[in-house]
Structure formats: structure tokens, C-alpha cells
């Protein structure tokens, strides 16, 4: 595997906020890079990380959840996923959002991936787990803001769907492919 040099960091020259929220925080930075060029106004996302599980069944079925996405502007199929709460640990979040998203548990889980989803703008993490031996043990217990449905996919299908358009979250087709990739299924 090739060793890369190092790049330079850019130096942040003057900075002030122009979101400060819950899950969300834009920066507008003055920056000048490693070749003397400054940016006059350079807009940082700092959102929450997160972390997903490619949860299999015995059956051979993925568990994903399906919900309305406003970005998108429609419905999208998606892994259980979440942010991590606080320092939480990736592990647990993902444990804890299979379980309330799904009322699914494993007995099974491994880290899969660590992703940045949008690294050019965007300090958020993504962090997947692949998990085995899925199985239904408690009802859903979603937040006020949360309405999912829990989907069950055949494993031969998953392809199918990302083929489709009808799996559409990049970060998630990532972790598929490498999961995959990996020989994991």
C-alpha cells in the first residue's frame, strides 16, 4: 500500500458562527492555504457523529428502516442509524439505535467502516458495524421525530436495490459493498 506525504493543514484566520443548534453548527472561516491563497469565506458543518449496523438475520434478511428524508424529499431505505450521544461509545450507539429503530438485537457485531460522509465541508464521522444473527426481541421505541418502518430484504436483493435507486444513502451503498467486499456475507 503506497505511504502518502503529508498535506499541510489550512490555518484559520478568523473565524465567528453563524449556527449554533443542536445537531448543527456552521463556521465561516477566513483560511489560507498551504500555497499563501486565502479563502475570504469558507462555511464549516459541524454536525453530530453517527453509526449504522448492517444487521443480518438468520433467515438471510437485512433489517433496514424505511423513512421520509426531507433533503431528498422523499423515502429512503436505509440501515438503522443514529447519532452518538455525547462521548458514546460508536459500539453502543449502534447497539442502542438497532434496538430502538428496529427492536432488533444481534449476537453478533464488528466494526465494518469509519467513513467521513462529506469531508470537504462536514466534521461529522460515520462509524458501521456489521452484525449477525439478527433477531426481533422488543418493539420499536422511536423519538417524537422518528417514524420508520422496519423492512426486512432478502440478502440477494440488496444489490437489486442499490441497482435501482431505491438504496440511495452513498454512505450506506459504502458500507454494503465493503461488507461485501469483505466476504462478511
Not at 473565524?15 to 456552521?26: H, K
Not at 433533503?71 to 458514546?88: I, M, N, Q, R
Not at 444473527?133 to 437489486?160: C, K, M, T
Request: proline letters at 5%; one cysteine or more; aromatic letters at 8%.
Amino acid at each position: 500500500m503506497k505511504d502518502f506525504e503529508p498535506i499541510p493543514a489550512w490555518q484559520v484566520l478568523s473565524e465567528s458562527t453563524l449556527i449554533a443548534q443542536r445537531w448543527l453548527e456552521v463556521r465561516e472561516q477566513r483560511v489560507r492555504l498551504a500555497n499563501g491563497h486565502e479563502i475570504e469565506r469558507f462555511h464549516l458543518v459541524k454536525g453530530p457523529s453517527w453509526a449504522a449496523v448492517l444487521c443480518l438475520t438468520d433467515e438471510r434478511d437485512v433489517v433496514f428502516v424505511r423513512q421520509y428524508r426531507h433533503g431528498l424529499g422523499a423515502a429512503s431505505l436505509e440501515l438503522p442509524a443514529g447519532v452518538l450521544d455525547g462521548a458514546e461509545d460508536p459500539l453502543a450507539a449502534a447497539r442502542r439505535e438497532l434496538r430502538e429503530e428496529t427492536g432488533f438485537e444481534a449476537a453478533r457485531f464488528e466494526p465494518l467502516l469509519d467513513l467521513a460522509p462529506e469531508p470537504a465541508r462536514n466534521t461529522a464521522r460515520a462509524h458501521f458495524f456489521f452484525a449477525q444473527g439478527g433477531v426481533r426481541v422488543a418493539a420499536q421505541a422511536l423519538d417524537h421525530s422518528e417514524e420508520l418502518e422496519v423492512v426486512l430484504v432478502p440478502q440477494s436483493d440488496v444489490f437489486d436495490l442499490i441497482a435501482s435507486g431505491t438504496i440511495v444513502h452513498a454512505a450506506h451503498v459504502a458500507a454494503i459493498l465493503f461488507a461485501e467486499r469483505r466476504g462478511l456475507w
